[in-house]
């Protein structure tokens, strides 16, 4: 069966339909796939009634899957996290970020599915990198090409909201210990199409290296301003059983926290990735 692919705008986004993710993909299909998410950022497809264990296996086709050390997850899936509302605080995810940039290796993407929704809210937005970068003048484009900047865990998984019981302190607090504050680049190539992308979030990302403090928190604001634009972004009114999967090297998502006291469950496979250059 042959895909068909559906732009959604000009910076990102696109939807797929041809496609039962419930099945194992054919050599084909993922490679169309895996090319639709190099070219439109973050892909959506509809009505994919999934189980865990499907999510993971999709995910799995583009690398080895990533266990949260924070969000509870599937006990018999644990690759697959649970983002529920009616369970954990999730405030994180209403902040402009990009996962897990805490880490050496930051995902390569992630597949969300929506379980439970409330009947209005909800909404994620996406917003490209690359266009961000694109966006800049060439000037500061080549100022930031070449700076690194600090990625820090606690800035989105403060002690305060992830370590209100002794067991909940000990799994934030070995986490803050294996995952101490690093560097990465504040413009990122992407290893596959070369292309250049701006690569610093409001979720983890506390100053840029070489500058002074007062000069990395006026630059990052602008930057985290710029980053957001309406043109660079895409937003998703999700229905049951709808699918993301987006590349998370290039780009920055946003889950609006608009619908309390009601409830909203989503699960996510994330996917390894590597080093940013």
Do not use: C
């Not at 699918?243 to 309390?260: L, S």
């Amino acid at each position: 069966m042959s895909l068909t692919l559906t732009p959604l705008s000009s910076a990102l986004g696109a939807q797929i339909e041809g496609v039962d993710l419930t099945q194992p993909l054919s050599l084909e299909q993922r490679d169309a796939i895996e090319q639709a998410l190099l070219t439109h950022q973050v892909i959506f497809f509809k009505n994919q009634s999934i189980t865990p264990q499907q999510q993971a296996r999709f995910a799995a086709n583009f690398g080895d899957l990533h266990i949260h050390p924070i969000y509870p997850n599937v006990p018999e899936q644990p690759e697959v996290l649970v983002l529920d509302t009616a369970v954990t605080d999730v405030r994180d995810n209403a902040v402009w970020h990009t996962d897990v940039t805490f880490l050496p290796t930051p995902a390569m993407g992630a597949v969300l599915s929506a379980k439970q929704l409330p009947a209005f809210g909800g909404d994620t937005l996406w917003a490209s990198g690359i266009a961000a970068f694109e966006g800049l003048s060439k000037p500061l484009q080549r100022l930031l090409d070449g700076l690194t900047a600090t990625h820090d865990f606690t800035k989105s998984f403060p002690l305060e909201r992830f370590g209100s019981t002794p067991e909940d302190f000990a799994r934030w607090d070995q986490t803050r210990k294996n995952n101490p504050p690093l560097s990465h680049p504040v413009i990122r190539t992407h290893p596959v199409s070369g292309r250049k992308s701006l690569f610093v979030n409001e979720g983890f990302t506390t100053r840029i290296n070489e500058l002074s403090e007062a000069e990395s928190e006026a630059i990052l604001k602008l930057l985290f301003a710029h980053a957001t634009r309406p043109e660079y972004t895409i937003r998703w009114r999700w229905q049951q059983n709808d699918v993301a999967f987006w590349d998370n090297r290039v780009t920055q998502h946003y889950a609006v926290d608009d619908y309390r006291p009601n409830r909203r469950v989503m699960h996510r496979a994330t996917i390894l990735g590597d080093a940013p250059f």
